[in-house]
């Protein structure tokens, strides 16, 4: 397994959500990427689409306005 | 200090009064509530792209000219709202009061941050974005909340007309913004 960085810090919605959508396609199960983000919106709609996509979402609040959202990709 | 943020940071009412984002069913109630006593007080339902509109011919004004030929504040209730001013105007009120509201909100989650430009595309994209949605929401008299929720809100069909195309408008523009600018 692999662990994949993307940094879509200064990017708005949606497209963190585009980016790790795509990046996630990629990856093989069992990897894990992390989405850097500093967009407020992002920190909703990523988890949750991450959440029914059916993998493991954490979240970790790294600075003030600074977020990483990681993704293990279940299926 | 030290002692209280970390305290804070666990307390169940922050976090659900500041921290975390508030239900999409919250925010619908209080925006409905708000919407009503907007209508009351003011006699007009909630705009907020117009308002912008009405600071550029302020400073214009204030720079000695002048917008009285212009078609767009060619109205009597155009003119009449340019004449009263900006502190007696109050939707230039409701807008300040967004933008020093969200700053509360940003502040309150110790969410605040000054982004970085990624790339000269974002900032084109940004520009381009802006001056088609303000003179978009000129020429459609109203953005998505005079146009489409305060329209609907007023039980009126221009309302949802407008909301259809904002449908489409969103569709083309994602496309176009996963095509050329990602």
């Known amino acids: ?75 | 200090m030290k002692k209280f943020a970390e305290w804070l940071a666990k307390n169940d009412y922050y976090k659900a009064w500041f921290k975390d984002a508030w239900p999409y069913v919250t925010g619908a109630v209080l925006l409905s509530v708000f919407q009503i006593v907007t209508f009351a007080t003011t006699g007009s339902p909630w705009g907020v792209s117009a308002v912008f509109a009405n600071w550029g011919a302020w400073i214009i004004e204030a720079f000695g000219g002048s917008v009285d030929k212009w078609y767009y504040f060619a109205s009597e209730g155009a003119q009449a709202t340019l004449d009263r001013g900006f502190f007696q105007d109050p939707g230039t009120m409701r807008n300040i009061g967004l933008i020093v509201g969200a700053l509360f909100a940003t502040l309150m989650a110790s969410g605040f941050k000054i982004k970085k430009l990624k790339s000269g595309k974002q900032v084109i994209a940004a520009i381009l974005g802006g001056l088609l949605m303000g003179y978009g929401a000129r020429l459609g008299f109203g953005c998505n909340i005079g146009a489409f929720y305060s329209g609907i809100a007023s039980l009126s069909l221009s309302g949802w007309v407008f909301g259809v195309f904002l449908f489409v408008g969103a569709i083309v523009g994602s496309k176009m913004l996963v095509k050329w600018f990602m």
Do not use: F, T
Request: glycine share 6%; hydrophobic share 45%; charged share 30%.
């Open chain 1, 1 to 75: 397994m692999q662990e994949v960085m993307l940094d879509c810090l200064g990017e708005a919605c949606p497209i963190p959500l585009v980016k790790a959508q795509k990046k996630l396609e990629e990856l093989a199960v069992g990897d894990v990427l992390i989405v850097q983000i500093d967009h407020s919106c992002a920190m909703k709609n990523l988890p949750e689409w991450a959440r029914e996509a059916g993998h493991n979402v954490e979240i970790e609040e790294v600075d003030d306005g600074e977020w990483e959202v990681v993704i293990e990709k279940v299926k």
